[in-house]
């Protein structure tokens, strides 16, 4: 999966699963294809959650929630949802 603005790889399909919300939902991102920023609050959710940014052009690409294993990842290293 790769960022529509510029094309950079972001994803690889091994790390796709089926989240709990109708956007696609992966485990990881391609080292250092994804760059992050925590947010100190987001909506009054308990767990950690960062906005994930496309590390060639910056471009918005969502959120990254520490809830995955709770929303049905049954991967044994599951933590994150992107």
């Known amino acids: 999966y790769v960022c529509g603005r510029c094309g950079q790889a ?3 399909s091994r790390d796709k699963w089926s989240g ?7 485990r990881r991102g391609l080292v250092g294809a994804v760059s992050e920023a925590p947010l100190l609050s987001y909506n ?8 994930l940014y496309c590390g060639r052009c910056d471009l918005f690409l969502g ?14 290293n599951a ?3 992107h």
């Open 63 to 76: 959120h990254k929630f520490d809830d995955a294993r709770y929303h049905g990842d049954t991967h044994p």
């Open 10 to 12: 972001l994803y690889h």
């Open 44 to 51: 009054s959710y308990t767990c950690n959650v960062s906005e």
């Open 79 to 81: 933590r994150w949802r």
């Open 20 to 26: 709990p919300c109708i956007w696609p939902s992966w």
